[in-house]
């Protein structure tokens, strides 16, 4: 008689079902079904959470398993290349730290702590040792302990960054994984096998590595290196401004808390007013150059800059961004005029449509591209124009009766995800044009090894503005979120770096804010719903920051335009 009890496995991929074993693990699962699965599987959603190969089922349960091209895949197969790494500089430079800090150029920056400059050989050594322990196709073994004794194992190996982070997050319980003799701690769940890495890529970056991934489209190649000189010195900037707190964890960020929270807010504000104040001066000694001492005259531009252009991703605080830079202008005795790129749709008959066949608002060409250069030209030549207006209840563009000249003493100011794109203004002379980029992006890490993704800091910002003032609900805001994502890698990422200036709009302490307003939105998302699994996690990652309230945030703070009490008008 057979006595082993089974439980009942529905799969997603494929519609069957299996009664398999008590206790069989996914990756058990995963054979049983027989699968084919190209790049996969990485992961899987289990009843809609996202769960490593080596989770166990004992209980009835819905599985959905997931390929490296998928967000979630993508995340871990990331977090078991960064061990990996770490693994090999252990075996090679013992007690050197690594710190995985900064996603740029279509990879992450490593920074090695050798003591000296990081050479050429360094970086072939590396590689080598990380080519040997995928060759050697090494277990990763997964363990959970109680919290203490975590604490105790990193605090021997000398990991302070990780000990203040489990200090911090009062878990009763913590899992660490482990290759052959070294141990680590990622948020998230790792690949199962060393061998299950097929494709990376290391090269030396500045004073340190970049370490690429497979590219997301086609996983059989690498990602293309993007240089990304600009981008990578605004990380350099908030890292040492971070230095000025001594906070560059949210193990930091938490001890801190108990004592300076105030302080927090107010050196973090003044930091991006400084910085906005800088990007406003430069703008107005472009047109005021008497603004400089007689010495440094001779070294500006003579050409006389007309026109502001601030861009940057959803969530961006583009607006308030625009508004502060305009305010700080006024100050430098420039006079900004605002136009905005909504008025220059296309009527909606004309507008472009997506894959899904959808009206495409996101595609530059939904703007009418020759009137708006048209207008251009004619205010700078000293011409009136009317503006025009869009009705989105009739889809229609209309004359506003709104007229508009612009004179010597005031600037032009264009805020919208097309900004830098070079087609928006190609008719006007490119010493016109001063860029600006803005874009949240988070810089706090949660330890040495385990980075912050900018998009979920955007992401966590849009579901509690969406919701505030959009009525969305944060099912609603998720599942829009992969095609506000796609719309950006193609409208906007590609001409970030034609900024003139950066500014990163991602405040230290803004997560620890965030939270309060919007984990009870991911609560009320359900359970039976495809979005659940990236409401869960979001939900689980804001657990780790302790709360901090928006009372102290002043009333010109770029998250007040996510979580209302601005003194701005949007």
Known sequence: MNNIKTVQVRCRNNGQKQSLPVGSSLKDAFAAFGIEMKYGPICAKVNNKVEGMNYRIYTAKTVEFLNVQSPSG??????????????????????????????????????????????????????????????????????????????????EKGDLSKVKLLKSVSRLYTTYYQIDDYVDYYYGALLTNTSQIWLFGLEKYYDGLLLRLPDSDDPSLLGEVVKQDKMFEVFHEHHNWQKILDINTVGDFNAALKNLSSNIIHVSEALQEKKFAEIALRIAIRIKPELLPDLYRPTVNKQKVRMVLIAGPSSSGKTTTCKRISVQLLTNGIKPVAISLDDYFV???????????????????????????????????????????????????????????????????????????????????????????????????LDDHNYIPTTDNRLIRRIVRDYKYRGCSAQDTIRRWP???????????????????????????????????????????????????????????????????????????????FLGGSSFTY
């Open 347 to 445: 009527d909606r008959a004309h507008t472009p449509r997506d894959a899904s066949g959808d009206y495409d608002y996101e595609s530059l060409y939904a703007l009418n591209l020759p009137l708006l250069n048209q207008h251009l030209k004619a205010l700078f030549d000293g011409e009136e124009i009317e503006l025009p207006r869009y009705n989105f209840q009739t889809g229609s563009s209309e004359l506003s009766g709104r007229k508009l000249r612009l004179h010597d003493d005031e600037v032009l100011v264009v805020e919208g995800i097309h900004a830098l794109n070079p087609e928006l203004t190609a008719q006007i002379p490119e010493e016109y044009k001063y860029r600006v980029y803005a874009s949240a992006l988070t810089t706090i890490l």
């Open 74 to 155: 993508r995340r871990n197969y990331s977090r078991t290349l960064f061990f990996v790494l770490c693994k090999a500089v252990h075996d090679l430079y013992r007690g050197v730290k690594v710190r995985i800090d900064t996603p740029v150029s279509k990879g992450y920056y490593v920074d090695l702590n050798l003591g000296r400059p990081v050479e050429e050989e360094d970086v072939e050594r590396i590689r080598r040792r990380m080519q040997e322990i995928i060759d050697a196709a090494i277990p990763i073994h997964r363990h959970e302990v109680p919290t203490e004794e975590a604490i105790r194992m990193f605090e």
């Open 483 to 561: 095609s506000v994502r796609r719309g950006e890698n193609k409208w906007i990422f590609p001409y970030q770096e034609n900024a003139d200036i950066m500014v990163n709009t991602a405040m230290l302490y803004e997560l620890a804010v965030l939270k309060t307003q919007a984990e009870p939105l991911l609560e009320q998302v359900p359970e039976n719903c495809d979005e659940y699994s990236e409401a869960y996690r979001l939900l689980k990652f804001l657990k780790i920051f302790k709360p901090l309230s928006y009372d102290e945030l002043p009333p010109t703070s770029i998250l007040r335009e």
